[in-house]
């Protein structure tokens, strides 16, 4: 659809997974060159994975995220069009700033030409992050960078070299690293650079979800995952409650299980919580419930998977 648009309006730039990731690689060339700690909040464009075969031996980088400067993970929906709109917006503001106007691109004969050019540009550099510099000067990455404002920071997204996500639990801060995995096989986690995974499957993925569906609907729900307080009933109904009755498993588990699935955006963050814990409510635009009312979060995991 973002190709579809990108014909009907001369200002929507086609947003993929190379024009994210050549994007992204600008964006961190910028923080670099600004002294910058992290990734500014509306510089934080998702980067999607190249799509290619399971087996592929050297599949194309499209992941930009560089030691502190990391990258959340592009989800289809609305999120997908509010981010293809910003960088629409990028793009055209750079195509007419005064920075460029001594580049080949000006010679173009309007800012729409000269916005198709750049995408066409970026899709060319975002098809192989490899190999590029990582901490030379960018051509210009700063003053282009420089027509977003500030903001605060993400922190999500960035892999280690076997394809693990690096993450925090909510509550205490504890780094774990994630892996969504193909075929039903759910979302695994483990300790940072351990190889013993926990494991959550997709029916027990689907089954807590469903009960928490049930239960909540659009309203905020919290963690409340006490290992000792959830079975003796001493805690409020919440994701640890949900999770140990559908799974019989330690409601604990749920500390990594919440914060990967608002890493991926099956979680929403609730700003205006009933109590200082923490709480979240359903995305239900990254759930797909069938006419039956049923669960089944494969297909928003196989499309993050494939990079769609």
């Not at 404002?149 to 801060?173: F, I, M, Y």
């Amino acid at each position: 659809m973002s190709k579809v648009y990108s014909l009907v309006c001369d200002g929507f730039a086609i947003y993929d997974s190379r024009v994210a990731a050549a994007l992204c690689r600008a964006v961190v060339l910028f923080c670099r060159e600004t002294g910058r700690d992290c990734v500014p909040a509306d510089l934080n464009f998702p980067w999607a994975a190249a799509k290619t075969s399971p087996n592929a031996v050297n599949p194309p980088l499209r992941n930009a995220s560089q030691d502190e400067y990391t990258f959340q993970r592009l989800v289809r929906g609305r999120p997908y069009v509010a981010w293809n709109t910003k960088v629409s917006w990028l793009l055209s503001a750079i195509a007419s700033h005064r920075s460029t106007q001594d580049s080949a691109f000006a010679r173009l004969d309007s800012t729409a030409q000269r916005l198709r050019a750049m995408e066409a540009a970026l899709f060319m550099f975002g098809y192989d992050l490899v190999d590029r510099p990582n901490r030379g000067q960018g051509a210009g990455a700063a003053s282009l960078m420089r027509v977003i404002s500030d903001g605060p920071s993400h922190d999500q997204g960035s892999l280690t070299e076997d394809g693990w996500a690096q993450c925090k639990t909510t509550a205490r801060g504890t780094p774990f690293e994630y892996r969504l995995v193909p075929a039903a096989a759910g979302i695994h986690t483990r300790d940072v650079g351990e190889n013993t995974p926990l494991r959550f499957s997709d029916e027990e993925l689907n089954r807590t979800l469903q009960a928490l569906l049930r239960d909540f609907g659009d309203l905020p729900f919290p963690l409340a995952n006490s290992v000792d307080g959830v079975p003796a009933g001493k805690v409020p109904n919440g994701l640890g409650t949900a999770f140990w009755k559908e799974t019989g498993k330690s409601a604990g588990h749920t500390s990594r299980l919440a914060a990967v699935l608002q890493c991926i955006e099956v979680f929403k963050a609730c700003e205006n919580a009933p109590t200082p814990a923490k709480y979240w409510s359903l995305n239900r635009e990254t759930l797909h419930v069938d006419g039956s009312g049923k669960v089944n979060i494969r297909p928003y995991l196989d499309a993050i998977i494939q990079g769609d």
